[in-house]
C-alpha cells in the first residue's frame, strides 16, 4: 500500500470524528450527562464532574466507517479485517452499555464485572474460531521463538484479548493519558502490519490512529469530553486482537509495557492490603500515585507517552533484528 493511501484513512477517520465531536458534546451538555467521579479519587478530580463522556462513540464509528470504505475500495475486506472489526464493535458494545447504564439510567454501577467478562470471552472465543477458520495455527510467538499449544492456544487467545481490554481501561484515568498512548501503540503495529503487507490490519490501524488524533483535541487537559469504557474496553481489545493476527503476541508486552505496569499496580495494591493491611502506592492504578505525589496530568502524560515510544521503539529493533 502506497503511503499516499494509507494517509487517506488517517484523514478520514480523523475528520469524522473532529467533524461530529462538537455535535456529540454539545448534546451531552444540553442534557446535563456527565462523567462521575470516584469518591476515592483525587479530590481536585472534582472539578472534572458533568463532563461529558463516552466519547469513544464517535471515534470508534469514524474509525469503523473508514475501515470498511477503506477495506473495499482497496479490495481488502477479508476475513481478517472483518473478525478485527467485530471485536472492535463487541467489545465497545460492552463499554457503551456501562456507560449507558450509569449515566442515562442514573446508577453508580453499570454491568457488573461478570456480565463484562461474559461479553469479551465470548467474543474472544468468536475470534479465535475465525483465526483458525483463516489457516492460523495454535502457534505462540515468544520473542521470535514458536511455541506449539495446539487448542490452549484458544486460551491464550481470550485471557489476551480479556486481559488487555481491562488493562487499557485501567489506564484510562486522566486527561488524554490513552488517546496519546494508543496512538503510538497503534502506530507501531501499523509498521509492523505494513512489513509483514498484511494491508488489511494496516487499514484498520490507520483508522484508529485518524480517530484518537480527532479525539484527542477534544481529550486533552482540560478535557471537554472523556474517553468512557466504550472506548478504552474496546481498544484494547483490538490491540491484542491484532498482535495476534500479525502473530507477533509478545509485541504487545512492550507496546502496551503501560498498560501493563498499569495493571500490575492494581493488583500489587490489593494484594498487599489484603495481606498486611498496608497500600504500597498513595493511590492506583499507578497514574493516580503520581497525581499523588504532586506530578501535573501533563507531566504524566508525558513521562508516559515517552515510556511508551520508547518502549515501540525498542519493539520494532528487536523485531527487524
Known amino acids: 500500500m502506497e503511503w499516499t ?7 478520514s477517520s480523523f ?25 476515592e479519587g483525587p479530590e481536585w478530580h472534582n472539578i472534572k464532574a458533568g463532563t461529558p463522556t463516552m466519547g469513544g462513540v464517535v471515534f470508534l464509528v469514524a474509525s469503523i466507517i473508514t475501515a470498511i470504505w ?23 458494545l460492552l463499554g457503551f452499555l456501562d456507560d449507558f447504564i450509569k449515566i442515562f439510567k442514573k446508577r453508580n454501577m453499570g454491568l457488573n464485572s461478570l456480565q463484562k467478562l461474559i461479553g469479551q470471552i465470548i467474543g ?28 490452549l492456544y484458544g486460551v491464550f487467545a481470550v485471557i489476551w484479548l ?5 488493562a487499557v481501561n485501567l489506564t484510562d484515568g486522566i486527561d488524554g493519558l490513552v488517546s496519546g498512548l494508543g496512538t503510538i501503540s497503534f502506530a507501531t ?51 491484542a486482537a491484532i498482535s495476534i493476527m500479525l502473530h507477533q503476541e509478545w509485541t504487545l508486552l512492550l507496546i502496551g509495557l503501560v498498560y501493563v505496569i498499569e495493571t500490575a499496580s492494581v493488583m ?15 493511590m492506583s492504578p499507578i497514574h493516580h500515585h503520581f497525581e499523588m505525589s504532586g506530578w501535573t496530568e501533563w507531566k504524566i502524560d508525558g513521562v508516559f507517552w ?9 519493539t520494532l529493533v528487536i523485531y527487524f533484528l
Not at 5 to 11: D, G, N, R, V, Y
Not at 268 to 282: A, D, E, P
Not at 306 to 314: F, G, K, P
Open 70 to 92: 477503506v477495506g473495499v475500495w482497496q479490495q481488502q475486506m477479508t476475513p481478517s479485517l472483518s473478525i478485527l472489526l467485530f471485536i472492535l464493535a463487541l467489545y465497545g
Open 162 to 166: 480479556v486481559g488487555f481490554s481491562n
Open 5 to 11: 493511501k494509507m494517509i487517506l484513512p488517517i484523514a
Open 306 to 314: 515517552l515510556v511508551a515510544l520508547a518502549c515501540s521503539a525498542l
Open 124 to 151: 474472544g472465543i468468536i475470534f479465535y474460531v475465525v483465526f483458525l477458520m483463516e489457516g492460523n495455527e495454535n502457534v505462540l510467538n515468544i520473542f521470535g521463538y514458536s511455541l506449539p499449544l495446539s487448542y
Open 189 to 239: 503495529y501499523a509498521i509492523i502490519a505494513w512489513y509483514q503487507n498484511q494491508i488489511d490490519v494496516l487499514i484498520l490501524c490507520l483508522s484508529i490512529i485518524g480517530g484518537l488524533i480527532g479525539f484527542f483535541l477534544y481529550n486533552h487537559k482540560p478535557a471537554k469530553i472523556f474517553m468512557g469504557d466504550v472506548g478504552s474496553l474496546a481498544l484494547g481489545g483490538l490491540l
Open 268 to 282: 500489587l495494591q490489593v494484594t498487599s492490603f489484603k495481606l498486611t493491611g498496608k497500600r504500597i502506592f498513595k
Open 15 to 39: 475528520g469524522i470524528t473532529v467533524a461530529t465531536m462538537p455535535l456529540f458534546i454539545g448534546y451531552f451538555q444540553a442534557k446535563k450527562y456527565g462523567q462521575e467521579i470516584r469518591d
